[in-house]
């Protein structure tokens, strides 16, 4: 237990004064006027109280990552602490903070956007439909979660109850992509994000209460997985992309511009962006370390699991056993909530992708539909193959996850970019590491992995190795020939 508080300490510590350093080198003007003043629409530009904008994105960006995944990544041991505060504080609360200081500073613009403005327009093309396909794949993904958690809670486990639930939800998600976001998501978001964050906070009284002897960092990094992806696979790079939004992901740059063009003042994104991402953090670290008690320390016996329980068993399991019926149902709650409201504003996120690459108007509803029912569409296909293959939900998660890391990729690289040409000195090292990382993780990943060109697995350290050197030395590359200019 002694790494886990270790590391909750790093990760506030991380907020209080590396947010603060980032905070410096953006330069936030709170004298200037934002898109939720600018641009107001009464549809998606709408200035909101900071405290509600905060636990919406907290909300928008946490789904099932921070819980699933850092359940998945602990049985690799003590090394997914390392990942988790490292990854969090240099990689993805400065690439949560960025994404949305930039969309902030450019009216609002969505990623692509953002990317043609900073990689040019053929990157952004790229990136248009990139990110379309990932937020849809996000909507298809984060159905099947909670309907299976919803129909366990109601006590019937049948296919036909399954169903019903996801029908539930993906109507859900109709209406909410539709509606202005002050409607349902300025409503009840935070509602559902208390009740992520009390379940976060309850598990880690337990954690204390209990004090188990799980595996500590001193007691070594080597890799403890048994069953996750099958044996042998190595920490580098599956458990980069195991342990994805407690970390660092993708997906949290679609998802700031959507509280950009909700913020009152530029000063407010440090909390907001910065820090919903640490408190992701912090609760990828709390499951980490329960995962390593039901895994490495007698806690799957203790509650009636086994080792090879999948992620939403362990949560059901661990929740009614630590914290009660009340507690299981709230905790359960907040789990259920996160990925259904990852999941319509991943979908509302692409509408407004599509809608600004068309220069299409969003405030008539005629138009908001033309947009959406294509993607729901898309999305419906996408779930019925996941329920009409029996391994469709992994198989699309392997996609999703690679797709997640790729995609955070190319908002460092940008963000980078800007950094280099709008900063003086050396301030673009800040992304220019998380950049090179990132991609050596996204490439050695796919080079390996079953779902891409299945290389040799003795191949993943090499592999990263040359990427890291290879985008460094083309960056600094591009540097010198920009200075010569």
């Not at 930039?102 to 439909?129: F, Q, W």
């Not at 296919?159 to 909410?176: D, E, K, P, Q, R």
């Not at 208390?194 to 080597?222: R, S």
């Not at 048994?226 to 195991?242: A, L, R």
Request: glycine fraction near 10%; aromatic fraction near 12%.
């Amino acid at each position: 237990m002694i790494s886990f508080f270790i590391s909750v300490i790093a990760l506030i510590l991380g907020y209080l004064l590396y947010g603060k350093f980032v905070e410096r080198v953006f330069r936030p003007d709170p004298a200037r006027q934002t898109p939720a003043i600018t641009q107001a629409d009464g549809i998606d530009y709408i200035p909101l109280p900071t405290w509600k904008v905060f636990m919406i994105q907290f909300l928008n960006i946490a789904g099932t990552g921070p819980i699933f995944g850092a359940i998945m990544g602990a049985k690799f041991g003590p090394a997914a602490y390392l990942w988790i505060v490292l990854g969090c504080i240099f990689g993805g609360a400065v690439h949560d903070y960025f994404s949305g200081m930039l969309s902030l500073r450019n009216g609002g613009a969505g990623l692509p956007d953002l990317i043609g403005k900073y990689l040019g327009k053929r990157t952004k093309a790229v990136m248009l439909c990139f990110s379309v396909l990932l937020l849809v794949l996000v909507g298809a993904v984060f159905v099947y979660s909670p309907a299976v958690i919803l129909k366990d809670l109601a006590g019937n486990g049948t296919n036909s109850a399954f169903l019903i639930w996801a029908g539930v939800i993906f109507v859900y998600y109709i209406i909410a992509t539709m509606l202005p976001i002050d409607k349902i998501i300025g409503k009840i978001y935070p509602l559902f994000a208390v009740a992520l964050i009390f379940m976060a906070i309850a598990l880690m009284v337990g954690l204390i209460v209990k004090m188990p002897q799980i595996p500590e960092l001193w007691d070594g990094l080597q890799n403890r997985s048994q069953t996750w992806g099958g044996k042998g696979q190595p920490i580098w790079p599956y458990m980069f992309v195991t342990i994805a939004c407690g970390a660092i992901s993708g997906f949290h740059a679609t998802q700031s511009p959507l509280m950009a063009r909700c913020l009152k003042n530029e000063k407010l994104g440090r909390p907001v962006f910065y820090g919903s991402m640490i408190t992701e953090g912090l609760v990828a670290l709390v499951w980490a370390a329960v995962s390593s008690y039901f895994f490495f320390a007698g806690g799957a016996a203790e509650v009636g699991g086994t080792f090879s329980d999948a992620a939403p068993t362990v949560v059901t399991k661990v929740s009614r056993s630590w914290l009660g019926v009340t507690g299981s149902v709230l905790a359960l709650l907040g789990v259920v909530a996160a990925p259904i409201t990852s999941g319509d504003t991943a979908l509302r996120s692409a509408r407004l992708i599509i809608a600004d690459s068309l220069h299409f108007s969003q405030k008539p509803i005629g138009k908001r539909l033309a947009i959406s029912l294509p993607l729901f569409c898309v999305c419906a296909v996408m779930l019925w193959f996941n329920i009409a293959n029996e391994d469709g939900f992994n198989i699309i998660w392997r996609y999703f996850g690679w797709a997640n890391q790729t995609l955070s990729v190319f908002t460092l690289w940008a963000v980078t970019v800007f950094l280099a040409r709008e900063r003086e000195g050396v301030s673009y090292l800040i992304t220019l590491l998380p950049a090179c990382v990132m991609t050596a993780v996204s490439v050695a990943y796919i080079c390996i992995a079953q779902i891409g060109l299945n290389l040799p697995l003795g191949w993943n350290r090499a592999i990263g190795a040359a990427v890291i050197a290879v985008s460094a030395a083309l960056f600094f590359r591009w540097k010198l020939t920009k200075a010569r200019k």
